[in-house]
């Protein structure tokens, strides 16, 4: 039994390890780890990861919101499309064949890795829309020097429709989905970079619980698995975001990307292989 | 409750309950794996290989698993621990709901509402699929 655990619990760690140096996450690294390495079924590795996103949300989301970098009212409008999203999702990895959900796996790894080639820098608004305004979603962030920087919000319904999809991806893969969140957040809301990854943090823990909750009253949760990931991935994040800021991300850019296009390729030869 | 007190509030005591259910998963969590080690290591290693040909347990009664913590069963910490990690965001949601009830902030008490109900129908929806 001891082998065995060790084996999981440095995957789980090394999975959460490069998922909070990346900021994608520990599910994207999880998943393919146990699939790959661990030779479990995809679902069963969907199931565990699930559970271990939830905490690594939990834990990262801490020092995010108390230093005001998380947007809460942003999260809790986008978090009624996430969940959404994810319970049908969740239901949906029951039924779905597996040569499909790695598809999807290997589809939104080539997401991801297009997402930390194109990262942009940001593009703040000082006007708000209506229905932003209304929902008070416009709020301020400290910069470098620590004064508070005002933005504001648009595009509600547009984001909200991603994280749609979001959520659904979430449900069906295990993933917190945290690439295609920050781009809604990003790229269309118009939030702050480090606002919308902060934010897409938080919500991924309700996203991640959605999906969880599913599987687990449905029994589908190897327990066995999921405990340990669950430990091991918090940890690997927990060290990961500690040597974070000592670390030169940009030079590594090009390392998640070539892990992220490996996974995709690996996940989708299995697929096409398996039909 | 102006603006500003409730974010206060909630910058405050939402860290404080994510940290605190997280700590209480773990501890459950890893009580469960030392007592799986030391009591009952084969069947960690059936229900591992089990796994791998997608073989799961199935759907457990809460009453039973309960049950089973107290006759101090490893399988079951071990089930309870990952419960209590899924009650995260089920708390923090329903903290928030809470705080716009007692603010009165309808439209935010009509979207927390909305993402707790759904946590609870997935986790119904889950039971009787």
Redesign the interface.
Known sequence: ??E??IDLLALAVGAGFIGAISGLGGGVFIVPALVIF????M??AVGASL?SV??TS??A???F??D?WTN??VA??L??AT??G??IG??LA?VVPTVVLELLFAAMMLQSAYFTVTKRGDDILTKGDPLAE???LASEVPDLSGNLLHYEVVNVPQGGALMVVAGLMSGLLGIGSGALKVMAMDYIMHLPLKVSSATSNFMI??T?????????????????????V??GV?AGALAGSRVLPHLKVESLRIVFVIILLLIAAEMGWRALSGI | MP?REE?RI???W??II??S??IV??VV??A??VL??TFA??Y??E??QA????H?????PVGLLFDRVRQGNP?AV??I???V??L???A??AF?FMLFVRERDY??VA??A??LA??I???????A?
């Open positions: 039994m001891l065995i655990l661990a030779h479990m079924p679902q069963v559970i939830v905490a939990a834990g989301s801490v020092a919101v108390r005001g809460l009212k809790m409008v978090e009624c969940v959404t994810a319970v969740a239901y029951g209304r929902l008070e823990g309700v991640a619980g959605a999906g969880a909750l599913v599987f687990l009253a449905r029994g589908d949760v190897a327990t066995t698995i999921a405990a340990p669950a430990i918090t | 603006k974010d909630l910058r405050e939402t860290p994510l940290r259910i997280l998963a773990m969590l890893g469960g794996l799986t080690y290591p084969d960690y290693v229900r591992y796994a791998q040909h997608g799961l347990i199935g759907k457990e399988h071990l089930t621990g990952l419960f990690l899924t995260v965001p089920l923090r949601v928030c439209t935010y979207l927390t909305y993402v759904g946590l129908v997935g986790a119904l929806a889950g039971s699929g």
